[in-house]
T-cell receptor, first 113, second 113 residues
Framework: DVKVTQSSRYLVKRTGEKVFLECVQD?????MFWYRQDPGLGLRLIYF???????EKGDIPEGYSVSREKKERFSLILESASTNQTSMYLC????????????FGQGTRLTVV | QQQVKQSPQSLIVQKGGISIINCAYE??????FPWYQQFPGKGPALLIA?????SEKKEGRFTISFNKSAKQFSLHIMDSQPGDSATYFC????????????FGSGTRLSIRP
């Protein structure tokens, strides 16, 4: 079975801190995604990576950056956390074709205080 | 810019009834339309998907109906059960190696016993 593992289930950080959210997948998938999930807004794409060191901005990239140095790992970075970044963050991976299943991690609930 | 619009935001259905969730898309380049199911505390998981060359796809109690000319698709859950209570997301993507997955805003479905 495909496994997408996010490093933390719950995280509490202070305003202004630099925050790293890590995601690892074990199925050699080319594509990896970071979404945030907020009530009533669904899943909004933050960043997308289609290959190592390759990335594309999603719909809401402001305040975030990403890193993909190895195929299996995709990191989301909050450069200076703010309270409006309190949310559920979901990582997903998929084979390198748009008509294949995406597999999600269990999510990281981030609270910025 | 929301490219996939989903309704309703929440839905309550009696056990044994039919649950219907609707989605509409704007980008005619989309050619893969999956539905994801999410239970509390879990990441979304693929439920069923359709390509625009067919008008309907059925898997057990779950059916996707697709109307290419209207750019709309819907999920029907027949004989709805309490175990179907979850959040459902429609999505759209393009069959290419660097395609994003765009999700709708989600529908919280509750099945009353």
């Amino acid at each position: 079975d495909v496994k997408v593992t996010q490093s933390s289930r719950y995280l509490v950080k202070r305003t202004g801190e630099k925050v790293f959210l890590e995601c690892v997948q074990d199925m050699d998938h080319e594509n990896m995604f970071w979404y945030r999930q907020d009530p009533g807004l669904g899943l909004r794409l933050i960043y997308f990576s289609y290959d190592v060191k390759m990335k594309e901005k999603g719909d809401i990239p402001e305040g975030y950056s990403v890193s993909r140095e190895k195929k299996e790992r995709f990191s989301l970075i909050l450069e200076s956390a703010s309270t409006n970044q309190t949310s559920m963050y979901l990582c997903a991976s998929r084979l390198g074709q748009g008509n294949t299943e995406a597999f999600f991690g269990q999510g990281t609930r981030l609270t910025v205080v | 810019q929301q490219q996939v619009k989903q309704s309703p935001q929440s839905l309550i259905v009696q056990k044994g009834g039919i649950s219907i969730i609707n989605c509409a898309y704007e980008n005619t380049a989309f050619d893969y339309f999956p539905w994801y199911q999410q239970f509390p505390g879990k990441g979304p998981a693929l439920l069923i998907a359709i390509r625009p060359d067919v008008s309907e796809k059925k898997e057990g109690r779950f059916t996707i109906s697709f109307n290419k000319s209207a750019k709309q698709f819907s999920l029907h859950i027949m004989d709805s059960q309490p175990g179907d209570s979850a959040t459902y997301f429609c999505a759209a993507s393009i069959t290419s190696s660097a395609s994003k997955i765009i999700f709708g805003s989600g529908t919280r479905l509750s099945i009353r016993p």
